[in-house]
Antibody, heavy 123, light 111 residues
Framework: EVQLVESGGGLVQPGGSLKLSCAAS????????IHWVRQASGKGLEWVGR??????????AYAASMKGRFTMSRDDSKNTAYLQMNSLETEDSAVYYC??????????????WGQGILVTVSS | QSVLTQPPSVSGAPGQRVTISCTGS?????????VHWYQQLPGTAPKLLIY???NRPSGVPDRFSGSKSGASASLAITGLQAEDEADYYC???????????FGGGTKLTVL
């Protein structure tokens, strides 16, 4: 069974940092691109960014509003992807989902999702 | 303001048919990028409903169907059931933004 499990969320002060993890199982993690999508309370889905596989040079891309503040990485030996979030703003408060894109192309779709993890940025 | 435009809400009685539109532009749907649809039940993660404009993953009832024409796409749901009450999102790729993009979401209410 394909499974993605996020962890590492919580309450952080504005300007602070947080690192989310996404543990994968049930599929070839090393060959998959992992994307992050967030959803503020009562709002819609917002693409955060992605990290591709080793075969695609672990290339990363980010939404404009997160570029320079968020960094994605992965450890294929642990089947885990990470989202490092720095200089957090109150507007970054949301449920963060990791998701698998299949196939790994601009035409791909998100066919597996984690349960989501809540990040709250507040003083 | 979402790159892809969806109606905020639609409603229908049990057994009826409803459609949800998703309007894009020449840098996303109109540029021949595929449209995918997701269903999000209250308090849960999104679930893939339609991929590649018209295809249903295994396990999705054939009451759900997708179509695409030009810079727009639509999701149709026939034989509405109470369990279909959820938020629905379209998704594509935008070449100007070099980013995946979502519609703002449509809340379906089954009357």
């Amino acid at each position: 069974e394909v499974q993605l499990v996020e962890s590492g969320g919580g309450l952080v002060q504005p300007g602070g940092s947080l690192k989310l993890s996404c543990a994968a199982s049930g599929f070839s993690f090393s060959g998959s691109a992992i994307h992050w999508v967030r959803q503020a309370s009562g709002k819609g889905l917002e693409w955060v960014g992605r990290i591709r596989s080793k075969a695609n040079s672990y290339a990363t891309a980010y939404a404009a509003s997160m570029k320079g503040r968020f960094t994605m990485s992965r450890d294929d030996s642990k089947n885990t992807a990470y989202l490092q979030m720095n200089s957090l703003e109150t507007e970054d408060s949301a449920v963060y989902y990791c998701t698998r894109r299949s196939p790994d192309s601009s035409q791909g779709w998100f066919d597996a999702w984690g349960q989501g993890i809540l990040v709250t940025v507040s003083s | 303001q979402s790159v892809l435009t969806q109606p905020p809400s639609v409603s229908g009685a049990p057994g009826q048919r409803v459609t949800i539109s998703c309007t894009g532009s020449s840098s996303n749907i109109g540029a021949a990028y595929d449209v995918h649809w997701y269903q999000q039940l209250p308090g849960t993660a999104p679930k893939l409903l339609i991929y590649g404009n018209t295809n249903r993953p295994s396990g999705v009832p054939d009451r759900f169907s997708g179509s695409k024409s030009g810079a727009s796409a639509s999701l149709a749901i026939t034989g509405l059931q109470a369990e279909d009450e959820a938020d629905y999102y379209c998704q594509s790729y935008d070449s100007s933004l070099s980013a995946s993009v979502f519609g703002g979401g449509t809340k379906l209410t089954v009357l």
